[in-house]
Nanobody, 120 residues
Framework: QIQLVESGGGLVQTGGSLRLSCAAS????????MGWFRQAPGKEREFVAA????????YYADSVKGRFTISRDNAKNTVTVQMNSLKPEDTAVYYC?????????????WGQGTQVTVSS
């Protein structure tokens, strides 16, 4: 079955950096668009970034543009998001998503999430 496993979350101070990774298995990775979402307590899950199956198209939420960078390695079945200049409002559980058509909150496959906490 298809599995997405996130890693790399943790506690970091304001202005710090983290690199989240998502390892995918059970799918032909190069056929899937990949994305990252996040959900803070009491808030809806929100889009963070997405990358097309080939890696040629990148999409970012306005709130992270210029600070986060999404990338993928189709040989290793992984997608990563490099998060720099982190702010307390970036604190959330971050989820990896996969979909053959389009990355949305209703995408087909999700990881279990990894906690990111940014202290002020």
């Amino acid at each position: 079955q298809i599995q997405l496993v996130e890693s790399g979350g943790g506690l970091v101070q304001t202005g710090g950096s983290l690199r989240l990774s998502c390892a995918a298995s059970g799918l032909t990775f190069s056929n899937y668009h990949m994305g990252w979402f996040r959900q803070a307590p009491g808030k809806e899950r929100e889009f963070v970034a997405a990358i097309s199956n080939s890696g040629s198209n990148l999409y970012y939420a306005d709130s992270v543009k210029g600070r986060f960078t999404i990338s993928r390695d189709n040989a290793k079945n992984t997608v990563t998001v490099q998060m720099n200049s982190l702010k307390p409002e970036d604190t959330a559980v971050y989820y990896c998503a996969a979909d053959r058509k389009i990355i949305t909150r209703k995408s087909d496959y999700w990881g279990q999430g990894t906690q990111v906490t940014v202290s002020s």
